[in-house]
């Protein structure tokens, strides 16, 4: 375990952009950035939930313009450095560097964990725009420790300071979270980190691990807000950092306050382990195809569980939610026919 203080990367404001269809209101936005930022967090991401460019009729728009979210982010942190998300082939680099004008300091380049190979360019345009430039491998589960290595090995070739395991479905075991990370600790000389969802209910105990095993920086939101069953929620993990007096910046009781006080009452739908966001940690299936999911089946009659157990089986990735239409559509004519 690291001795050295934890990086806490808040994503209330980008995973979280999920679990409300992506409707924060500039309101919002400005109060939990100060409410963030007064914690002690280290980094508030703030784009649309599919990062740059990701405001679009396939993921849904967002409430607020690009512009909007990023800049009301950084006029509000006082202290956090702001991070937006960028995934090669939704946001461009012409996206990455009006974001770095807006006052973005952080870039996170997100692929499918066998798809390093298209965030070259953008890891690189990263770097040379100084900023905190972060290989971000989603899907982790869907590889083999040593395959995400090697594609982990090609976004440290091209510039990136630091490369997380993203466990975007919520599907890792604890010992999988192990098996990656003590991977990169011994393979990599950048600084690591790790995304949990909590879909399995392991958000928090796989954040510990990877803790555990020298992760460098670790993602939270409050009150676990985010996709699926969200992501480790950062008043809990703080909690238990505290407890095993592993060093961080962030004040428990702010973030229980802003937890409890703000983000639970903007949930129009409970952030929690039912039976479909626990359906995308047992199939492996991307966090945010929960309300997608969730429309679908009550449109087609059918039902959302069955829908997330296809997708599973066909090895959908982040960006292909509108197969689901498809998929329930399939589904009804298979119930019709029974």
């Known amino acids: 375990m690291t001795s050295k203080k934890v990086l806490i990367n808040d994503v209330t404001l980008r995973d979280g952009m999920h679990a409300i269809s992506h409707q924060y209101t500039n309101e919002q936005i400005a109060l939990l950035t100060r409410l963030l930022d007064e914690s002690g967090v280290d980094i508030i991401e703030a784009t649309h939930g599919d990062g740059l460019g990701g405001s679009s009729i396939q993921f849904g728009f967002s409430k607020e313009t690009e512009d909007d979210i990023i800049r009301t982010t950084v006029e509000n942190a006082k202290n956090a450095k702001v991070a937006v998300l960028l995934l090669p082939g939704v946001g461009t680099i012409d996206h990455l560097k009006n974001a770095q004008q807006l006052g973005a300091e952080v870039v996170r380049v997100a692929t499918h964990c066998t798809e390093a190979d298209v965030s070259e360019q953008h890891i690189k345009a990263g770097v040379e725009l100084g900023m905190d430039t972060v290989g971000f491998?989603?899907?982790s589960h869907r590889t083999t420790p040593e395959n995400l290595l090697e594609e982990a090995k090609k976004m440290e070739s091209y510039g990136a300071g630091t490369i997380y395991v993203v466990d975007s479905a919520g599907a890792l075991t604890m010992d999988d979270v192990k098996r990656r990370v003590s991977l990169f600790r011994?393979?990599?000389?950048?600084d690591?980190?790790?995304?949990?969802?909590?879909?399995?209910?392991?958000?928090?105990?796989?954040?510990?691990?990877?803790l555990q095993e020298g992760v460098d920086r670790i993602d939270a939101s409050l009150a676990g807000m985010g996709a699926g069953a969200g992501n480790a929620a950062l008043e809990q993990l703080v909690a238990v950092m505290n407890k095993m007096d592993i060093p961080h910046n962030v004040d428990l009781f702010k973030t229980m306050d802003a937890a409890e006080n703000v983000v639970k009452p903007m949930m129009t739908r409970p952030v929690q382990i039912d039976r479909l966001s626990l359906m995308l940690g047992y199939t492996g299936v991307y966090s945010s195809f929960l309300l997608f999911a969730e429309r679908a089946g009550k449109e087609y009659g059918v039902d959302a569980r069955d829908i997330l157990v296809r997708v599973g089986e066909m090895n959908a990735v982040g960006g292909q939610e509108d197969w689901i239409i498809g998929i329930a559509q399939e589904l009804a004519k298979e119930k019709q026919k029974a």
Do not use: K, P, R
């Not at 790790?194 to 990877?210: E, T």
């Open 186 to 190: 011994e393979n990599l000389s950048t």
């Open 137 to 139: 491998l989603m899907m």
């Open 192 to 210: 690591i980190g790790f995304h949990a969802h909590n879909n399995l209910s392991l958000g928090v105990a796989n954040s510990i691990v990877a």
